[in-house]
């Protein structure tokens, strides 16, 4: 991934996963050495833009906003050469990303604004204040929406950033990035990225990704008392009640729920849970809207819904765990589009795998590719056992034609976000708080909530009694 050539300095080369050996670009490499350098500029950066003004930093980004949005095809076709997602899809993460900045700017007036008490108890004065210096990784899969979600946030408070992005989808972002003000990138993989958590000016740490280098950004956060943010990997359930009623067009959602960016997204629904009763309609439905819906090949191409995954070595892995999950059928879906040759590049077939046991690997595991296990029930206590087994707690769902039944078995399930009647990115909203529980991680992303990970409530205080005028204290007495 990494190459040097004579005489230039190391670069990171970004492959296209769909035509394997087509160079898509370069960025530069930074070793973790001068991550250092990096943060020192960014922490210079504070100084000034943390004391601008919130209204003009709501310009400045309102402006990226603008131009991000004028280069959005551009953008959204290297995003997919880069990722292998298809272009629609592209396009929509980055329209997504603009419309989170703008709705970040347009709520953080009040959201962040200090809260000023003036009354007979005393004056109080509570100031939502930027950390400093913030330190973002971000994983392949959504690159452009998963670091806005924390840039947005952090800038408009006035922290500045330093972004490290994943080596395998490094340019969009990158390029992006160059539109926006207060932020520094550095390229690399996990040497890098522990740079950066490392580093002593770092003040905040927001990462997306997975188990094992969450956990390892967990203890060295703590070791530094570094805050941190972690959105980490999910094995969502969707839970079919006995009483839901799917149309095709729903069919075809849940299908693209699960198989989206070829299966490798955190939220997708990543095991079907379907009543015994209705489990030979479901399939024959699940399996003809994927026939319909389900369309294989160059993400470049209009016809196509899903693309290759992201890397050969995650090919293998999803591979893998498909024949450690021995015992199941695997019902292969959707079509390849006309022309499309499968050996081009990284692709898997994307599959349905009924008859698996809850502990077999493929049910047991985050599959992060496009294999979904169906999974039969008998009753709602037996199913809401099984949903809530896992150590993970990202998202879940849950389909029933009775919206008070769902909403109440969805108080039941152990997630950060429960979706009624959808699942994955058509179940999202900019207002709604996302990240999970257990396993899945701490901390939020989008909402009201979002925005204040990066502030801290900076309290100033004068009690009444120690006001002019005022009637004093004992010492050591508490107040009243
Ligand atoms: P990953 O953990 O391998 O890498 C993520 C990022 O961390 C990359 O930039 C990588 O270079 C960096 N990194 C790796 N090890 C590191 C270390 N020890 N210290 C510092 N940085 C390190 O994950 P991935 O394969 O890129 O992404 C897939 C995972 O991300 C899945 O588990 C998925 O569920 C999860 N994910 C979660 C969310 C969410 O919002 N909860 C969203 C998208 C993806």
Same mark, same amino acid.
């Given at each position: ?99 989170? &900045? ?20 005393? !004056? ?16 392949? @899969? ?43 990138? %550095? ?65 075809? !959602? ?66 893998? &765990? ?30 349905? %795998? ?17 294999? %979904? ?14 949903? @809530? ?31 009624? @009647?959808?699942? @994955? ?56």
């Amino acid at each position: 991934m990494s190459t040097t050539s004579p005489g230039s300095a190391p670069v990171i080369a970004r492959e296209n996963p769909a035509r394997s050996g087509e160079l898509v670009g370069c960025v530069p490499a930074t070793e973790p050495a001068a991550v250092d350098s990096a943060v020192r500029r960014a922490d210079d950066a504070f100084r000034e833009w943390s004391r601008i003004p919130i209204t003009e930093r709501i310009t400045a980004l309102l402006g990226a906003a603008e131009a991000v949005s004028a280069r959005s095809e551009e953008l959204a076709t290297l995003l997919a050469r880069e990722s292998g997602k298809p272009l629609a899809d592209c396009r929509g993460e980055i329209g997504f990303a603009v419309a989170f &900045l703008r709705w970040v700017c347009d709520r953080a007036p009040v959201t962040l604004a200090p809260t000023e008490i003036d009354d007979a108890a005393g !004056r109080l004065v509570v100031r939502r204040k930027p950390y400093g210096v913030v330190g973002c990784i971000t994983p392949w @899969n959504a690159p452009v929406i998963l670091a806005l979600l924390k840039l947005g946030p952090a800038l408009v408070a006035g922290n500045t950033v330093v972004l490290k992005p994943s080596p395998l989808a490094p340019l969009a972002i990158t390029e992006i990035v160059s539109l926006l003000p207060a932020v520094q990138v %550095v390229h690399g993989g996990a040497e890098t990225g522990r740079a950066l958590v490392g580093h002593p000016l770092v003040r905040k740490v927001a990462f997306t990704g997975g188990d094992a280098a969450g956990r390892e950004i967990a203890a060295t956060a703590g070791a530094m008392i570094t805050p941190s943010v972690l959105e980490l990997g999910g094995n969502d359930p969707a839970v079919f009640l006995p009483d839901f009623a799917l149309a095709d067009a729903d069919y075809e !959602r849940l299908v693209m729920a699960s198989f989206a960016t070829s299966g490798q997204v955190c939220m997708a629904a990543k095991r079907l849970y379907v009543p015994r009763a209705r489990v030979a309609e479901f399939t024959e439905a699940y399996v003809a809207a994927a026939e319909r819906i389900l369309v294989v090949g160059d993400p470049l191409d209009p016809r196509v819904t899903m693309g290759p995954v992201i890397s050969a070595g995650a090919a293998a892995r999803i591979r893998a &765990l498909l024949a450690a999950s021995g015992g199941g059928t695997a019902v292969p879906l959707g079509r390849n589009a006309p022309g499309h040759d499968p050996l081009s590049g990284y692709f898997v077939t994307p599959r349905l %795998v009924v008859g698996l046991d809850d502990d077999a690997p493929l049910v047991a595991a985050e599959q992060f590719g496009p294999l %979904v296990p169906l999974l039969v029930y008998d009753g709602e206590e037996e199913v809401l056992t099984r949903a @809530n087994a896992s150590e993970l707690g990202l998202g879940a769902s849950v389909w029933s034609a009775d919206e008070e039944r769902a909403f109440a078995l969805a108080d039941r399930l152990e997630a950060g976000f429960v979706f009624v @009647n959808t699942h @994955n990115r058509t179940g999202m909203s900019l207002r709604a708080p996302f990240g999970g529980i257990k396993r899945s991680g701490y901390g939020r992303e989008y909402s009201e909530e979002g925005l204040l990970e990066y502030v801290h409530p900076a309290v100033v205080h004068a009690p009444a009694a120690f006001r002019p005028g005022g009637t004093g204290m004992a010492a050591g007495a508490y107040p009243g």
